[in-house]
């Protein structure tokens, strides 16, 4: 099994500041994916990268895939308190038969 | 709306009574998967089907087993729950996997207890 390495696992900030969420891996992806998932909810896609290199921004969350393929980092400006939540990176293979590789997820908390 | 319907969202059995977790997807997608949430070893895969009668084992297949009779529907299945399978679920299903920018669906979770 490839391994997603999230940092940090815990992170608690005050509304209003920025942050950013790291996903490394030693394995090549084809693609990645940022979810987010809710307390006593399913993870809900936020954005997939799957070129090296490439930024996506969603509103105040910028997602940036590494030009090997093998990183990613997720970038919040202004938190706010919505954006509480589980962030989970998932990668997927080119071919893979065997679905998707998760990380163990970043809890953030913003603080009002 | 598409979605993918995990039926319980919340189940307290006792070990050994047989037990399904019905799951339902309406988005004629290919790939349906069942995970398993534990605090610190994040999400882990039980079981996954590529299409309909074909199923592999994920992770963590021991104590699960699937069926895969219609495109639409996987559901999960403990023969003799035991308190280890104590734990949050989710289904998920996605047009072929390893494809690139298919995102992944997920039901809203079943939260199991076995005593």
């Known amino acids: 099994t490839q391994l997603l390495e999230q940092s940090p696992q815990f992170l608690s900030i005050q509304e209003g500041e920025n942050l950013t969420v790291y996903c490394n891996s030693s394995?090549?992806?084809?693609?990645l994916q940022w979810y987010r998932q809710e307390p006593g909810e399913g993870p809900v896609l936020l954005v997939t990268?799957?070129?090296?290199?490439e930024v996506k921004k969603l509103k105040r969350l910028t997602f940036q895939f590494g030009d090997a393929r093998k990183d990613s980092s997720l970038h919040i400006t202004a938190a706010q308190p919505g954006d509480t939540g589980l962030y989970l990176c998932?990668?997927?293979?080119?071919?893979?038969?065997?679905?998707?590789?998760f990380g163990k997820g970043t809890h953030l908390i913003i603080q009002p | 709306e598409a979605q993918v319907t995990q039926n319980p969202r919340y189940l307290i059995t006792v070990t050994g009574k047989k037990l399904t977790v019905t799951c339902s997807q309406n988005?004629?997608?290919?790939?349906m998967s069942w995970y398993r949430q534990d605090p610190g070893l994040g999400l882990r895969q039980i079981y996954y089907?590529?299409?309909?009668?074909?199923?592999d084992k994920g992770d963590v297949p021991e104590g699960y087993k699937v069926s895969r009779k219609e495109k639409r529907n996987f559901p999960l299945i403990l023969e003799s729950p035991s308190p280890n399978q104590t734990s949050l679920y989710f289904c998920?299903?996605?047009?072929?996997?390893?494809?690139?920018?298919?995102?992944?669906?997920f039901g809203s979770g079943t939260r199991l207890t076995v005593v």
């Open positions: 998920a299903s996605s047009p072929l996997p390893g494809q690139g920018a298919h995102g992944y669906t």
């Open positions: 394995s090549v992806f084809s693609s």
């Open positions: 990268v799957v070129t090296g290199g």
């Open positions: 998932v990668g997927s293979r080119r071919g893979g038969a065997d679905g998707l590789t």
């Open positions: 988005m004629n997608h290919e790939y």
């Open positions: 089907s590529m299409n309909v009668e074909v199923t």
